[in-house]
């Protein structure tokens, strides 16, 4: 049994300005990798560029990582990253430029490797990074992984290496300007973390702290989604701050928890969906945790129960329905779940994070059960 979890994490309101003095501990030239305008909207971006030009520390912003940041996207920031002599990387905004930060940081530090080495199993170190959440979902600022599209394999997989950041500044203002659509895709991704970590082959007590605590956190989030998914396309004024920093705290618990475990058979399945259907990454995993849990529950109902009373659910089927209402449906065809089940039947590395043997009907159960599957 073991636990590691060495990135240094702050959750507070003015987070990076009270933290500043150790964010520029860590090099003398920074780069800062963020998505296209988010950052630039909702104050994080400002807030570590106050820092920056208060203390004449050089940066270069590279703002355009797209969700879902691919291979190529790497390669091209991290040129630009090296070009600058960059010694630390910020990552600000989503999981999209949290993980390219990290893959972009490894790039760096190793001039002498091409994009290829991202997915070979070298002994490489990144650069310093360093994290600043604006989605509840990933917990990236304190996961070891950067899930990176591979346009080659027509899918989604995370790099060959553990890039911790070093420090995690998470602030839930920032959370201010999304919408409630993001607010309900991100939490989805944290509870789907939660779930999976809990139900994994390598659950074990210390994650346990984790998931557990996140799904009891998520429980108490469950009303306050529902009552945004009743008006998904606005801002939710409704919220405090107070809700803005429990989705956040969400989010890391969740995060910390798959940082032991990783996740499951539903991420593995989602970066299907999301590849060849656009759906965004928590809905795309959300929509299969019901169908999981029962197919779980075959073999071990009561850890499936645990779950469920945690959220506050006393079924699947009612935790399902919860979900549909947040989420709403994804189709594909008969085909695609065929190959997407022969895909999944493929990864042995993702099947073994499932405890018990797994068979292609019981994919195909899961499929079909959380998709509108039509001939
Ligand atoms: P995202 O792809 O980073 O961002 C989604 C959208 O939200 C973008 O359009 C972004 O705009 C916008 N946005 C970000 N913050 C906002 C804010 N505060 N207000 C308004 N809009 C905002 O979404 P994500 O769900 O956080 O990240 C998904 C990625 O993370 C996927 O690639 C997934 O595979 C990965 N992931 C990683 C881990 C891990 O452990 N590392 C775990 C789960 C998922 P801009 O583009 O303008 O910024
Ligand atoms: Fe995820």
Redesign the pocket.
């Known amino acids: 049994m073991q636990f590691f979890a060495p990135t240094h994490v702050y959750l507070e309101k003015n987070c990076v300005d009270n933290h500043k003095q150790e964010l520029l501990s860590y090099g003398k030239r920074a780069f800062i990798i ?6 630039a909207v ?1 104050g994080s971006l400002a807030d570590v560029l106050a820092v920056l030009d208060e203390t004449s520390v050089p940066y270069l912003i590279y703002n355009d990582i797209e ?3 691919s291979v190529e996207t790497v390669a091209k920031a991290a040129a630009e990253g090296k070009e600058f002599q960059a010694d630390f990387v910020i990552g600000i ?7 390219a930060a990290k893959a972009i940081a490894l790039l760096i530090a190793n001039p002498q490797e091409d994009a290829c080495c991202l997915y070979e199993p070298k002994d490489l170190k990144a650069l310093p990074v360093i994290a600043i959440p ?2 509840c ?4 600022e304190v ?1 070891p ?3 990176l599209t591979r346009h080659a394999f027509k899918t ?1 997989k995370s790099i060959s290496y553990n890039i911790y950041p070093e420090l995690a500044l998470v602030d839930g203002k ?2 201010a ?2 919408n409630g659509r ?1 607010l309900i ?2 939490a989805v ?1 944290a509870l789907a973390h939660c779930v999976e970590s809990r139900l994994h082959a390598k659950a074990n007590v210390y994650n346990h702290m984790f998931s557990e605590y996140g799904l009891s956190l998520w429980g108490q989030l469950v009303p306050v989604l529902e009552q945004i998914a009743a008006g998904p396309d606005a801002v939710p004024s409704s919220l405090s701050d107070e809700d803005l920093e429990a989705f956040m705290l969400a989010s890391t618990v969740a ?1 910390m928890a ?1 940082a032991q475990t990783t996740t499951s058979l539903p991420h593995a399945i989602s970066y299907e969906i999301t590849y060849n259907h656009g759906v ?3 809905k795309a995993c959300g929509i299969f945790l019901a169908a999981y849990m029962d197919e779980y529950a075959r073999n071990n109902p009561e850890d499936v129960n645990r779950v469920l009373s945690l959220l506050g659910f006393d079924s699947t089927e009612s935790f399902g329905e919860y979900l549909r209402r947040l989420l709403g449906s994804v189709a594909i065809t008969e085909e695609e779940s065929n190959l997407y089940a022969d895909n999944i039947m493929a990864n042995a590395s993702k099947l073994s994070t499932y405890p018990f043997p797994i068979d292609r009907e019981a994919i195909l159960r899961i499929l079909t059960c959380s998709l509108d599957v039509t001939a």
Do not use: R
């Not at 963020?34 to 950052?39: E, I, L, N, V």
């Not at 979902?137 to 990236?140: K, M, R």
């Open positions: 963020t998505g296209k305008h988010s950052s909702n969700e879902n940041p905004g989503g999981g999209s430029p949290l993980d604006t989605t979902g990933t917990g990236s996961t992984n950067a899930v989604k920032y959370l300007s999304a993001l895709h991100t991704d995060g798959i965004p990454h928590g």
